[in-house]
């Protein structure tokens, strides 16, 4: 039904999915593709945790809704199950600016710069998750408790990461 | 159904990455000529004042989005729809690019082939007979090899080296401004800078001299009017609208004097207008040839007002679906509410448990307040179950 609603974005879906399958995310970061074929407007990313971070190992799925005038607005990312990040909501969800459109400012203090515009796409997308994960952004504390141990007690966050990637893994 | 929708447009969606990995040229030079909104190739290319350039529908339906704050989408200057330019040039390259792509994809995958079976040097070799060509790496030589092939074909019947001169009669194309003529009529053509070539005029300058001298005065003096004269006057930008300061019937009007449907309310009457203003401008951008017909644009802006009208009662449906439920559900389970809070009071005054102290409080709001009742409910059962299981063992203890 999605699909049928609107053409242009599925279409542009397809390409993007074409480009990732064929071209590959630089150094194999991660991988995102529709979950089934009969909706092309949800799709799930596998994302390895970044090299030197407490994150290191771990792979996280993440969904990616996708609304119907995309480009135009940006999608939705969510974590599932949930990542014990500064910057993720206790839910999954990430708030990062890439993904906020110019107009809507949730947080008050994000540059247009660096907001969502038609031009990004998922995989520019995930690489700023990516750097997020390993450079937390102390501004937007989506997560307030983890923000506060990661200001606060370093070594203790790392250690909670750690162990729920562990726990995850089923180590 | 939805599958094989899916698979199908998969199947039909040409992308850079139909040329092979080894040939990374041809895939940047097929993502240049895409529009970074859409991916598809440039539709009607306009460019900003900031130069980046875009479809003309993606980049006025970009605009007209309230959060995207009326910037380019790369690099966010500001811009408005009346700074959007035309941008012909593209549009040539875009479907040039259009008929050439398969011809070179085809040669870039037999390329690939030759590559992989181990001797593309020496068949280059025999295939180019310019001798100083270097047949260096296969990469370059492969885009130099394809771009050289894909220019002799669609040029065949034109002047191919510098050597050889057509015949009088041959029909070529002129170099610039591509209109096919004889090729004893080209030089006289290039010299009075393209102008249009009829048989009989080359034939007969002398006779028509005074005539044509005004049609070049004319020229000078009043290109434009000329250029509005073969455009009718329906083929103009329909301006921007402020809807506020009209009254409904100057609305309504408005609609009927471009020739649409005037069914629905005020806010269809304002999103219909500003789509079709959408549509048509930006079907202005495209070069005369290209442009669709008004009873395409229209039947386009019914299909928009469907989906729309589908995407609306949906949302509609799904809002309904969520809202209700609260009190629904506390108006079905109020007798049982009351019933357990009525279970939970005697407990909890004889010296019971905190737990169960909280519980007793926290039952008495929900009939009256609809705040999360069903997790309420959840802690109520669940001490009530606890009870009433003890109360079980007891008496099972006690039989």
């Given at each position: 039904m999605n699909s049928r609603s609107n053409v242009g974005a599925a279409k542009r879906l397809m390409t993007e999915y074409r480009q990732l399958v064929s071209g590959g995310s630089p150094d194999g970061m991660f991988t995102a593709g529709p979950i089934s074929e009969s909706d092309i407007f949800t799709w799930e990313a596998l994302i390895s945790g970044p090299q030197d971070?407490?994150?290191?190992?771990?792979?996280?799925?993440?969904?990616?809704?996708?609304?119907?005038?995309?480009?135009?607005?940006?999608?939705k990312m969510r974590f599932d199950p949930p990542l014990f990040h500064p910057n993720i909501y206790p839910d999954g969800t990430v708030c990062i600016s890439i993904l906020h459109t110019p107009g809507d400012?949730?947080?008050m203090y994000e540059q247009a710069s660096e907001r969502w515009s038609p031009v990004q796409s998922v995989e520019k997308v995930i690489l700023s998750v990516i750097s997020m994960l390993a450079e937390?952004?102390?501004e937007s504390p989506a997560s307030v408790d983890c923000s506060k141990l990661y200001r606060d007690n370093r070594p203790e966050y790392e250690r909670r990461v750690r162990e729920s990637i562990r726990e995850q893994l089923g180590l | 159904m939805n599958s094989n929708k899916v698979g199908a447009l998969l199947a039909l969606v040409e992308d850079p990455t139909d040329f092979p990995a080894n040939a990374p040229s041809l895939r940047t030079l097929d993502a240049a000529v895409r529009c970074p909104i859409c991916s598809?190739?440039?539709?009607?290319?306009?460019?900003?004042?900031c130069g980046h350039c875009f479809c003309s529908l993606c980049i006025r339906n970009a605009i007209a989005t309230p959060a995207s704050k009326a910037q380019c989408p790369t690099c966010r200057t500001h811009v408005s729809e009346s700074q959007l330019r035309p941008n012909p040039g593209m549009e040539d390259v875009v479907s040039a690019w259009k008929l050439a792509r398969p011809c070179v994809l085809g040669l870039a995958s037999k390329q690939l082939e030759e590559d992989v079976v181990g001797e593309p040097a020496k068949k280059k070799r025999k295939l180019d007979d310019d001798s100083s060509r270097v047949a260096g790496p296969s990469r370059t030589s492969s885009t130099e090899s394809t771009s050289r092939s894909d220019a002799d074909v669609p040029s065949s019947s034109a002047p191919a080296g510098e050597g050889h001169v057509p015949k009088p009669d041959f029909v070529v194309a002129c170099p610039l401004c591509t209109q096919s003529m004889k090729y004893k009529f080209l030089e006289a053509h290039m010299t009075n800078n393209c102008a249009p070539v009829s048989p009989s005029k080359p034939s007969a300058p002398p006779t028509s001299k005074s005539k044509s001298q005004k049609n070049a005065w004319s020229d000078i003096m009043a290109p434009k009017s000329r250029g509005k004269d073969k455009d009718t006057s329906d083929a103009d930008h329909i301006p921007k609208v402020s809807y506020d300061t009209l009254k409904d019937r100057q609305l309504k009007d408005k609609l009927a004097e471009l020739g649409l449907p005037t069914g629905g309310d005020r806010a269809a009457w304002i999103a219909r207008h500003q789509r079709w203003s959408m549509l048509w401008n930006a079907n202005l951008d495209r070069a005369p040839a290209k442009r669709q017909s008004k009873a395409e644009l229209l039947k386009e802006l019914r299909k928009w007002e469907d989906e729309r009208a589908a995407l609306r009662s949906k949302q509609k449906r799904e809002k309904e679906k969520e809202k209700p439920d609260d009190h629904a559900h506390l108006k079905t389970h109020n007798a049982e509410f009351k019933k357990l809070v009525a279970a939970a009071r005697p407990k909890s005054k004889g010296g019971a448990t905190n737990k169960e102290v909280e519980v007793g409080i926290d039952t008495s709001p929900p009939p009256s307040s609809a705040v999360a009742p069903s997790l309420d409910l959840n802690s109520e059962a669940d001490v009530i179950v606890?009870?009433?299981?003890?109360e079980d063992e007891k008496g099972k203890a006690d039989l």
């Open positions: 971070t407490p994150f290191e190992g771990g792979v996280f799925a993440a969904k990616l809704t996708f609304p119907t005038d995309y480009p135009l607005s940006p999608f400012d949730p947080t937390p952004n102390l | 598809e190739y440039f539709a009607g290319p306009v460019s900003l004042l606890v009870d009433s299981d003890d």
